[in-house]
């Protein structure tokens, strides 16, 4: 258990576009998270997603997991190679 306070994993989460600034207040907010990788997916048939990397441990993890959870929902989408992707949308 002390070790979830210190080990950093890499974290993504999908979203929309309109909902990108959401994400990035609550991860800086609640993790105190600084450096983000973001970009656009570019999958043609959800021109709108958008990524969001970041590095937090679990302890930080479920501190943004439980404030998200309270504006939005996740659905887990599982691409045909098998990497499961986390996708937000806000309510």
Not at 60 to 78: A, D, P, Q, S
């Amino acid at each position: 258990i002390f070790m979830m306070f210190f080990i950093k994993r890499r974290r993504e989460f999908i979203v929309e576009e309109k909902d990108v600034t959401t994400i990035l207040s609550v991860v800086g907010h609640e993790a105190n998270v600084i450096n983000y990788n973001i970009g656009r997916c570019g999958w043609q048939d959800h021109p709108n997603k958008w990524f969001i990397s970041f590095y937090a441990s679990d302890r930080k993890y479920g501190k943004i997991m439980r404030c998200l959870t309270e504006i939005g929902e996740f659905k887990v989408n599982t691409r045909p190679n098998g990497q499961v992707d986390l996708w937000f949308e806000e309510n």
